[in-house]
């Protein structure tokens, strides 16, 4: 009851932006002051929600090859693959071919390619134990982003080389090569070859069936550490919050910030297995006055430094994450570690900001409060 005399008496007499920052201030307080089971019911539904709408986003893989189908084959080779150009950027999490497989270790591979018709650098390739289910699509997990305008090759190979025999009976789906170059959505094929490393062989007139998961590509976020008049120094022994800000812009409205995804550490240190850390706790301010709320996370120093996510080394702190449609995000700023705090201490804090991390959430998936994006 009170909630809704505060609301009418005094915000209605205001501007929008400042009813829609009174509404969300006021939920917040209101759900983060409810009973325990309230708040656990949110959070459920939150959680389901955002499983659900990520379920939702999943693109369906997409096959490629020409068309014509010339059918159900063996002879295939060393390795099969098909020669392309991605005409938009799009990031591959996926290589699959339709074929039934002996079972034996298989490389998914990406070469880089001056037309779609020979290999350059191998730029990624990824490996797994496949095959002894029948025919049918066989898929490897992969994480690339193919850039608009370039060629490639995608090629599926046994990991072992020199082995003729890794179809089994059901062969391989091939198709003709003189039904290319067309498009298929994001891509032209152009294409087929065979072979095992490159330069692989474009010579033959068949190409494999083969199929490709994409997502969009990471946006790079804009990241502020310790915001304000600070020279970004992080104490080694500080038992306070690190604060991080994700800085919104007409482009990127931080409320399709998925909190609960966000990690942060030393990108080096990361990469070598340490474990980045969680957010601990969130709170939306405008912190460049541009009329845009930012969002500020924290993040518990002595849990990074303990964890191996930040050492004395550190000069760089790196986060990740994801929108709510599952898009993955990233930004990094400089760090500077040093044995104590002995100042530049701005946003760096033993107290933990209001916690309303349910809240932010909660207003995401309900679209309380937002700033429509501008649309070119």
Same mark, same amino acid.
């Given at each position: 009851?009170?909630?809704?005399?505060?609301?009418?008496?005094?915000?209605?007499?205001?501007?929008?932006?400042?009813?829609?920052?009174?509404?969300?201030?006021?939920?917040?307080?209101?759900?983060?002051?409810?009973?325990?089971n309230v708040r656990q019911a949110l959070r459920l539904l939150a959680l389901g929600s955002t499983?659900?709408?990520?379920?939702?986003?999943v693109a369906a893989p997409i096959e490629l090859n020409s068309g014509i189908f010339r059918g159900?084959?063996?002879?295939?080779?060393?390795?099969?693959?098909?020669?392309?150009?991605?005409?938009?950027?799009?990031?591959?999490?996926?290589?699959?071919?339709?074929?039934?497989?002996?079972?034996?270790?298989?490389?998914?591979?990406?070469?880089?390619?001056?037309?779609?018709?020979?290999?350059?650098?191998?730029l990624a390739s990824e490996s797994t134990v496949l095959g002894g289910t029948g025919f049918g699509?066989?898929?490897?997990?992969?994480?690339?982003?193919?850039?608009?305008?370039?060629?490639?090759?995608?090629?599926?190979?046994?990991?072992?080389?020199?082995?003729?025999?890794?179809?089994?009976?059901?062969?391989?789906?091939?198709?003709?090569?003189?039904?290319?170059?067309?498009?298929?959505?994001?891509?032209?094929?152009?294409?087929?070859?065979?072979?095992?490393?490159?330069?692989?062989?474009?010579?033959?007139?068949?190409?494999?069936?083969?199929?490709?998961?994409?997502?969009?590509?990471?946006?790079?976020?804009?990241?502020?550490?310790?915001?304000?008049?600070?020279?970004?120094?992080?104490?080694?022994?500080?038992?306070?919050?690190?604060? $991080? &800000?994700?800085? %919104?812009?007409?482009?990127?409205? *931080?409320?399709?910030?998925?909190? @609960?995804? +966000?990690?942060? !550490?030393? /990108?080096?240190?990361?990469?070598?297995?340490?474990?980045?850390?969680?957010?601990?706790?969130?709170?939306?301010?405008?912190?460049?006055?541009?009329?845009?709320?930012?969002?500020?996370?924290?993040?518990?120093?002595?849990?990074? $430094? &303990?964890?191996? %996510?930040?050492?004395?080394?550190? *000069?760089?702190?790196?986060?990740? @994450?994801? +929108?709510?449609? !599952?898009? /993955?995000?990233?930004?990094?700023?400089?760090?500077?570690?040093?044995?104590?705090?002995?100042?530049?201490?701005?946003?760096?804090?033993?107290?933990?900001?209001?916690?309303?991390?349910?809240?932010?959430?909660?207003?995401?998936?309900?679209?309380?409060?937002?700033?429509?994006?501008?649309?070119?």
């Amino acid at each position: 009851m009170v909630f809704f005399v505060v609301y009418y008496a005094v915000v209605l007499n205001h501007s929008k932006p400042y009813q829609e920052m009174i509404l969300m201030r006021c939920i917040q307080t209101i759900i983060w002051w409810s009973v325990p089971n309230v708040r656990q019911a949110l959070r459920l539904l939150a959680l389901g929600s955002t499983v659900l709408l990520s379920s939702q986003c999943v693109a369906a893989p997409i096959e490629l090859n020409s068309g014509i189908f010339r059918g159900n084959l063996s002879g295939e080779g060393h390795g099969r693959g098909l020669g392309l150009r991605a005409d938009s950027t799009v990031n591959l999490t996926s290589i699959g071919i339709h074929v039934d497989l002996n079972v034996l270790s298989f490389d998914a591979q990406i070469y880089a390619s001056t037309n779609g018709s020979d290999t350059g650098a191998l730029l990624a390739s990824e490996s797994t134990v496949l095959g002894g289910t029948g025919f049918g699509w066989q898929d490897i997990l992969i994480n690339f982003t193919l850039d608009a305008g370039s060629f490639y090759v995608l090629h599926f190979r046994p990991t072992i080389p020199n082995i003729n025999n890794w179809v089994g009976a059901g062969g391989i789906d091939y198709y003709e090569d003189f039904g290319l170059p067309v498009t298929v959505g994001p891509f032209t094929l152009i294409d087929g070859e065979e072979g095992y490393t490159s330069p692989l062989n474009f010579s033959n007139a068949l190409h494999p069936s083969l199929r490709v998961n994409v997502s969009d590509p990471p946006i790079e976020i804009a990241l502020d550490i310790k915001p304000g008049p600070s020279n970004n120094t992080v104490p080694l022994n500080g038992n306070g919050t690190l604060q $991080v &800000a994700i800085l %919104a812009n007409e482009e990127f409205n *931080v409320m399709d910030v998925n909190i @609960g995804s +966000l990690l942060f !550490g030393d /990108p080096i240190l990361v990469d070598g297995g340490a474990t980045p850390l969680g957010a601990t706790s969130d709170r939306l301010r405008d912190l460049n006055h541009d009329g845009l709320d930012d969002l500020l996370v924290g993040f518990s120093i002595s849990d990074l $430094v &303990a964890g191996g %996510a930040l050492d004395a080394s550190s *000069v760089e702190g790196r986060l990740t @994450g994801e +929108l709510f449609d !599952g898009t /993955p995000i990233f930004g990094s700023d400089i760090v500077r570690m040093v044995p104590q705090n002995n100042g530049g201490g701005a946003l760096v804090s033993s107290a933990v900001p209001e916690p309303s991390t349910l809240a932010l959430t909660a207003l995401g998936l309900l679209g309380i409060g937002r700033r429509r994006r501008k649309r070119s």
